[in-house]
């Protein structure tokens, strides 16, 4: 690479980070935020050193195989890598970074706004004011169901799923979780351990999903699972949309099987997203806005600058994955 390292962004960035990008590397800033499609991205890529994408520009291992001999790093805004081909890229010796535990405490704060915000029936109680439909108070107005005191199942007990479990704990909350490996008894504060996600459902009153987007995890909450779920369960989503098998969670959320969902991602995000999703009262949506505060989006840009820093320096990156 060259003394400043010439970047492709391919989407507009907080202030300060554009600000960094512009005075220290030779970069190249989206000027209008548009999703540049995988060609474009390859076009564009001629002579750049790195890439510093997100997660609305997937690299398939045919994309980073097209991609120039230059780029040597690959920098994600993302702590999710499902949108790209990491074999492909440690193949092809380019370096990938994302941004993990800077993403935490925002994506918690999303995920117990959607708990809260799908038991307590809060798409239904705005509509009712924003339609100028509230001309009453009864005791059977908008009864959801009581968070606190409740029991919560976590499926993924990374460091979102723990945070989860010790924000809720604010709520007196009872954690189950089910993890790929079982914590330590320092990291479980508590929290009891399922060994299969089987047996977490049947206990998830309340359940998170905090998991990954993998192979493995794709498309696991379907109809046989939510079937195992407590009658009225509410089923919260921070991870990625393609966790969850949209005809059978619709369907539970028309039968009350599911008495309502949080969500913040989507299959099909962000155009395709299914039109029950937004018609369904019980269902409480944010779009896909996990890590987006500011403290938390800043920290996201430092913290692959100073990985691609250090990937420069031949030094260690504590934030590389590949
Ligand atoms: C993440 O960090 O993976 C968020 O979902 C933003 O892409």
Redesign the pocket.
């Known amino acids: 690479m060259t003394d400043k390292a010439k970047i492709l962004v391919t989407r507009r960035l907080l202030q300060p980070n554009e600000d960094r990008l512009q005075a220290e590397y030779d970069a190249t800033l989206s000027s209008d935020d548009h999703i540049m499609s995988t060609d474009e991205v390859i076009a564009a890529a001629d002579g750049m050193d790195a890439l510093l994408i ?2 609305t520009e997937p690299l398939n291992a045919d994309a980073i195989a097209r991609l120039p001999e230059s780029v040597r790093a690959i920098m994600t ?4 890598l499902e949108h790209l081909d990491l074999d492909a890229a440690k193949a092809r010796g380019i370096a990938v970074m ?2 993990p535990d800077v ?1 935490t405490d925002p ?1 918690v704060e999303i995920a117990m706004c959607l708990m809260l915000g799908a038991a307590r029936r809060v798409t239904e109680g705005a509509g009712m004011m924003r339609a100028h439909e509230w001309d009453t108070w009864t005791p059977r107005m908008l009864v959801g169901t009581d968070v606190t005191g409740a029991t919560l199942g976590i499926y993924g007990m990374g460091r979102i799923g723990r945070t989860l479990a010790k924000r809720a704990r604010g709520f007196d909350m009872t954690i189950h979780y089910h993890n790929r490996s079982r914590l330590s008894f320092d990291l479980e504060a508590g929290a009891s351990y399922y060994t299969s996600v089987e047996a977490l459902l049947p206990a998830s009153p309340f359940f998170a999903i905090t998991a990954p987007s993998t192979p493995e995890t794709q498309g696991f909450l379907n109809a046989e699972r939510i079937a195992l779920l407590p009658d009225g369960a509410i089923v919260v989503n921070t991870s ?1 949309g393609n966790l969850i098998d949209d005809d059978a969670l619709i369907d539970a959320l028309k039968s009350g099987k599911v008495a309502a969902a949080g969500l913040d ?1 989507f299959n099909g995000e962000p155009s395709n997203v299914r039109q029950e999703y937004l018609d369904l009262p019980n269902v409480f949506l944010t779009p ?1 806005i ?2 987006a505060a500011t403290k938390a989006r800043v920290a ?1 840009g430092d913290m692959l600058l100073d990985g691609l820093e250090l990937f420069r320096a031949d030094e260690p990156v504590p934030n590389r994955v590949v």
Do not use: D, E, I, K
């Open positions: 997100c997660v805004l993302s702590v999710g994302s941004t993403v994506t990625r991602v896909h996990g890590s996201m």
